[in-house]
Nanobody, 114 residues
Framework: QVQLVESGGGMAQAGGSLRLSCAASGRTISVYNMAWFRQAPGKEREFVARISWNGGTTQYSDSVKGRFTISRDNTKNTLYLEMNSLKPEDTAVYYC???????WGQGTLVTVSS
């Protein structure tokens, strides 16, 4: 079974940037589509971005399109989320997800101050 561990969360000011990583272990994720979700305090978990197994196709929620970039390095078995032009409403716990496998990471907290 694959394990996913997110890192890179922390505090940032509005307009700043953070880069999240999701390291997979236990098996390769190179053949699977991957995704990022987030859950803000008091809200339901929501989709942020997804990427195809080879990185050729990406999709973003309207709220992050143009500001966030999802990518992957299959040689490192790692998924990334580059977050730019951060807004206070981006404050949330960010989760890495392997949809086909039904596996979630433990999440990493991102806090954006105005």
């Amino acid at each position: 079974q694959v394990q996913l561990v997110e890192s890179g969360g922390g505090m940032a000011q509005a307009g700043g940037s953070l880069r999240l990583s999701c390291a997979a272990s236990g098996r390769t994720i190179s053949v699977y589509n991957m995704a990022w979700f987030r859950q803000a305090p008091g809200k339901e978990r929501e989709f942020v971005a997804r990427i195809s197994w080879n990185g050729g196709t990406t999709q973003y929620s309207d709220s992050v399109k143009g500001r966030f970039t999802i990518s992957r390095d299959n040689t490192k078995n790692t998924l990334y989320l580059e977050m730019n032009s951060l807004k206070p409403e981006d404050t949330a716990v960010y989760y890495c997800n392997a949809p086909t496998l039904g596996v979630w990471g433990q999440g990493t907290l991102v806090t954006v101050s105005s």
